[in-house]
Structure formats: structure tokens, C-alpha cells
């Protein structure tokens, strides 16, 4: 069964610190893994994607990286700010994927504090 | 440009009760989806669309039904609402071959 699972299920951290949040996937054949972020009330936003011959790619102080041998990513957060308080939640899709063929982690609540 | 917008944004229902929960994206895209999402869980995916006439069942489509009613519409329907079905439904849609997708605000539906 294909399967995403993400770690640690929530994290606390002072602002300025950095933090990585990790994404562990069995799904195959692999497409893609995305990163998603989802503010309390709100739907997810896209942060990154890769493909299979990414390991690594940012989007401002967010850097994720793949290793699709292991079959993990992880999502690097540098300089936390109060506004990075939110649900972050690793989507993997299988080859010739459409949305019938993505799998969706339980996500890891993130909070920041002053 | 408003990307993609979902009605009503809060809803409460009786049990045997029905709805419909209207989504509507502006961005040309051809594919479109259902999910919910329950506390502490990931979201699943209910029903979704390929492309305008189309639909296929998700994860968990038992008590749902959809309709694409052109390229910018995708609706979902409960025809007899269960408290089973209270939970936060997102729509999102996405470009052909594309698995970037944008999402809804979302409704939160309680059953009571």
C-alpha cells in the first residue's frame, strides 16, 4: 500500500531557529513529492516540487530535499517566523499520475514562538 | 483573478439532510477535486475530475456524488447527510499533466 508518513506529528520552536520536518514515502512508482503549507482556516498552498532527478530545491527560507533511493524528503525552514505557524503536509504522486494517484501525509503542525 | 472559491464557507446539517457544495476555479484548468479533511488526518480524496464530462471515484466516495457541470464548475453533493460526514471539504484543480494543485478556503460542514 502506498503510504506517506511525516514526522514528527507537531514541533514548537523559537522564532529565528530553523527546523527540518521530515517525509518518509513508499509509494511507487514515484512522480513527484510536493510540499504543501496550510494555515489554520485555510486550504494547503504550495511551497515546492520535485521530481524524481531533484534532491533539492527552495522557495525563500523553505529548502526541501529528496533522496528518492531512500524514499525520504525533508523540508528545511531557516530563520522561523511567527508567520511559518501552520500544518505542513507532504503529497507524493505515483508515475502517469493524476489526482487519483497522490497520497497526502497526516502533515506536521508547526508553531512558532516569540 | 481569484483562483479557486468554494460555497458556502460554513454549513450545518441535520442527519437525512442534502446539499451541495459548489466549487468554481478560474485559471482554465481541466482537472478538478474533492477532498476532506478530518482533524489530525491527511486529506483524502473523495471524487475528482480529468476534464470537463468526466469524474472518478477517490479514496473514500461512498455518500457523495459530483457533478462537472462545465470546465469552471465542480460540485459535490450529500444526499443524505450522516455526522460521519461532518469534516472540512476542499476543492482544488490543477493544469493536464500537471500534479501542482490550487486550493480552496474550503467548507466547514457539521452534522448534527
Known amino acids: 500500500k502506498n503510504q506517506v508518513e511525516q514526522s514528527p506529528q507537531s514541533l514548537i520552536i523559537l522564532e529565528g531557529k530553523n527546523c527540518t520536518l521530515q517525509c518518509n514515502y513508499t509509494v511507487s512508482p514515484f512522480s513527484n513529492l510536493r510540499w504543501y503549507k496550510q494555515d489554520t482556516g485555510r486550504g494547503p498552498v504550495s511551497l515546492t516540487i520535485m521530481t524524481f532527478s531533484e534532491n533539492t530545491k527552495s522557495n525563500g527560507r523553505y529548502t526541501a530535499t529528496l533522496d528518492a533511493d531512500t524514499k525520504q524528503s525533508s523540508l528545511h525552514i531557516t530563520a522561523s517566523q511567527l508567520s511559518d505557524s501552520a500544518s505542513y503536509i507532504c503529497?507524493?504522486?505515483?508515475?502517469?499520475?493524476?489526482?487519483?494517484?497522490?497520497?497526502f501525509g497526516d502533515g506536521t503542525t508547526l508553531t512558532v514562538k516569540p | 483573478n481569484a483562483g479557486v472559491t468554494q460555497t458556502p464557507k460554513f454549513q450545518v446539517l441535520k442527519t437525512g439532510q442534502s446539499m451541495t457544495l459548489q466549487c468554481a476555479q478560474d485559471m482554465n484548468h481541466n482537472s478538478m477535486y474533492w477532498y476532506r479533511q478530518d482533524p489530525g488526518m491527511g486529506l483524502r480524496l473523495i471524487y475528482y475530475?480529468?476534464?470537463?464530462?468526466?469524474?472518478d471515484k477517490g479514496e473514500v466516495p461512498n455518500g457523495y456524488n459530483v457533478s462537472r457541470l462545465n470546465k469552471r464548475e465542480f460540485s459535490l453533493r450529500l444526499e443524505s447527510a450522516a455526522p460521519s460526514q461532518t469534516s472540512v471539504y476542499f476543492c482544488?484543480?490543477?493544469?493536464?499533466?500537471?500534479?501542482?494543485?490550487?486550493f480552496g478556503p474550503g467548507t466547514r460542514l457539521t452534522v448534527t
Open positions: 503529497v507524493v504522486s505515483w508515475l502517469n499520475t493524476n489526482a487519483g494517484k497522490s497520497t
Open positions: 482544488a484543480s490543477s493544469a493536464s499533466g500537471s500534479s501542482e494543485q490550487y
Open positions: 475530475s480529468a476534464s470537463e464530462g468526466t469524474t
